[in-house]
């Protein structure tokens, strides 16, 4: 069923050229994370961080208990434990309860937590519930006596987390003024630190609550908190107010700002647009700020945003320059990383249209550094819970090329007709991207966007250079020469495009040693194989696709090489035809079409000859192909009974440039569907003899599109 899943995802992506539209599937959220970036990443993870404090907690209860419970019997009880359970009852079924119960103190702490825990999962309308709850905890924490020692700090915290329940914000700065800031505990520290910014930022203590949020990486509190400093009045209010030189709350609302207007202008939906009259002002009053601010201490940061502007109004020259003098003065990691990659931005963007070999290296240069750059920054663990989620903030220069610059590149590339280098970026981006955010046991199954961009865009002649070039890693421009080492092509999946293509061309001798290649262990993991595999292999078919009961569980004959047969049945019935004649070889050549028709992307084995499908795909080179095979069995026929299937054929074929002779349109006056026909369609003239002839053959007596053409002539 795994296979079944990721091949229905894959027949939903759409694939055209010299673009990629995907419907389905997950993608990392590129287009939601800041472009612009002169703070390190900050990105809270609610998954991530309630694994962070459940550690913790089993960790203290661990040690407390002297080591004798087993961490996954204490982490199993607060995944699946309530306060419910802290009795002789669900002693019997957890350990670590049974060794609770033993410690009078511990185990009231433990049942006034889980209370506490439990009230947080209720339903605000369910009041009183909330109301026990916290009266029950609270009047515990200041009855409790004879605290252990190692109790303290988190009964401290427990008092703080009662106070918020309550939103006594007084209490929770005082606990957190005399005595949470001591404690020893770095984890649990940070959470009380939490408790304490949520409780600045409720009193009208903003800037403190930024301070304590950029310390412990929060960025969705921070969000919330940059939203009381917009525009240029809030910087200068945010920037003006400090009192401390190293105060750097005001980068957060510079870097908020800066990418909200990059988000002005860029869509993800619509591409570039015309940003409106008023973020342009606020914008040239935010710039006068910046520049005003270029000779300070921190001048590298205020003329980053400065060129960040200038880059969202398309002034690339003015960027670029102030992007390389932060790049070469300024000593903070971070601000020289942002202004090398609006560097390369802006190259990207200003080069010239007709692009010289000095031009490519330095494109090629800045991208393999970038992707350097991206790679150094990705995290150890891609499969942990969630983790697609802060991706973008974790990995900022993969970001950037994924969102916007790789965009801009592969444009200009295309206009250089450089389509093998396109290919080429698709491909080592997506090693990185793939590791990100895909399940990698299933990144076999998963379309590659190189392999589409072949596919869709490539002649087979060209795709069949591109992975001679692969092959030898020897390219004929500067620019893939300079990338080229750095990929990983899967050349199995190569192999098995590159004859797809020659296939859907009518060059089966060709397509045979390429497809011969394919291994059994390959071809399992080919989600097309399920469709192949559960379709009946015969030709003597009609010229319309069968509804099939799909039987996925019938794994048989995953293995078998389709493709490789379908050619090979094809090279002998191509060697056939000068040995026949008359009406043996008009009817060789009408069981050739009705082959290539189920072949095509509109027939049964449509698998055959796609990838991936979408439902507004145009009919694939074999329905031409077919078409063209039915038009010479026309010359060679004198049986009139097989000349009215030939005529029925080339009425029933779609063609990629034509489509259709007839179509449904809708007719809003009296609401109904009503049959149109293109006169000008080369299929006319199989539509004037089926109707002249309709009544002779059961099929198209009956046909409803036939008939219909017949009736208004």
Known sequence: MNKLFLFFWAILV???????????????????????????????????????????????????????????????????????????????????????????????????????????RVEWGYRTRCSECLTTCTQWTKTAQNVPEAFHYRMVFLKMRLAANAKNYDEILTLWNTQAQSCPNAALLARMNGYAAHAFFEK?????????????????????????????KGIRALYDSRTDANDKTWYYALQDYCNYCWESRYSYYEG?????????????????????????AEGAVWMSATAWLYLCESNYGEAYELAYRVHETSSDAVVKQNAFRMMCFASICNAPMKADNATLTRIANDYVKLMELANKELPIDHNQPNMHKPIADLCPNLCFVEAAYKDKLTKYLDSQKLFAAHALVDNLSEQLTRNTWFDLSDAEFIPSEMEGFVDATMSSEEAEAFMEMVTKKKANDVFSQAIIKRTKVDMMRLTDIVGTKLMRDGKYGKALGYLEKLTPKYLKTRPYQAYLANREMKWNKPFFRTQYQEDWDNEVSYGENYKLNFCRDMVQRINALPTLSGNELAKAEYEMAMLMFQASNKGDLFALSEFYMSICDEPNKFCDQALVQLRNALKHVTAESLRHKIYYGIASMPTSQNGLFWDLKYDWHDDQFHYAFNLFHPSRDAFEYLARHRTEDPVTANCDVIKRYAAIK
């Open 14 to 120: 759409l694939i055209l050229p010299s673009k990629t539209l995907a419907c389905g599937g997950e993608a990392p959220e590129w287009y939601d994370a800041d472009l612009f970036r002169i703070v390190p990443s900050y990105s809270v993870n609610d998954a991530a961080y309630r694994n962070t404090s459940l550690n913790e907690t089993v960790d203290f209860w661990y040690n407390y208990l002297g080591k004798k419970v087993k961490r996954d019997d204490i982490l199993l009880f607060f995944r699946e434990g309530t306060s419910k359970d802290l009795s002789n009852e669900g002693a019997s079924a957890y350990p670590f309860v049974k060794a609770v119960m033993t410690q009078s103190f511990a185990l009231q702490y433990l049942r006034a937590c889980m209370l506490l825990e439990e009230d947080t």
């Open 204 to 232: 009208g203590e903003v800037r403190k609550a930024m301070q304590i949020y950029a310390e412990l990486g929060d960025r969705f509190s921070l969000d919330v908190c940059i939203s009381s400093f917009v525009g240029e």
């Open 272 to 296: 570039e647009m015309e940003i409106d009259k008023e973020t342009k002002k606020d914008m040239e009053r935010v710039r006068q700020l910046c520049q005003s601010h270029h000779g300070d």
